[in-house]
């Protein structure tokens, strides 16, 4: 029997956990991977990449937006996001770097973004090693 989705994981550069456990910040914006299953009340746990790696806390996804670009998700949240506008421009200039060249010169597939709302973040005590790799894109949290 398969195990129940109980919520998503998504790498976070450790220079940014801060924002999310600090600053305040309340919504997480990232090219929309592992997505589709996700829903109001699931949680986001933070694995921090980069240094120190592990999950560093957790929250509970409030709501779920999704749009083509993240630019747009400013006019919506505004500060609350945990990058700047300037990083969320730079992620998208390297994304299209990334494309490279293709063997079949169709136009590359856009990826939409998702933004998730977040409600309840706690920082963990300790940093904790996850039993299995966490992607770059991310990967559903089973029961």
Avoid: C
């Amino acid at each position: 029997m398969a195990s129940e989705i109980v919520g998503v994981t998504f790498p976070i550069p450790k220079k940014y956990t801060p924002r999310l456990f600090k600053d305040g910040k309340t919504v997480f914006i990232k090219p929309a991977t592992v997505f589709k299953e996700l829903m109001p009340g699931m949680r986001l746990v933070f694995y921090q990449s980069h240094e120190e790696t592990g999950y560093v806390g957790e929250a509970t996804i409030k709501r779920i937006v999704i749009d083509d670009g993240p630019l747009a998700f400013f006019e919506t949240f505004g500060d609350a996001i945990f990058l700047t506008r300037e990083e969320a421009e730079a992620y998208v200039q390297n994304q299209e770097r990334w494309q490279g060249v293709r063997v079949r010169k169709e136009v590359p597939r856009k990826r939409p973004w998702m933004a998730l709302e977040l409600e309840d973040i706690q920082k963990y005590d300790t940093v904790k090693k996850p039993g299995r790799f966490v992607p770059v894109g991310g990967k559903y949290l089973r029961e």
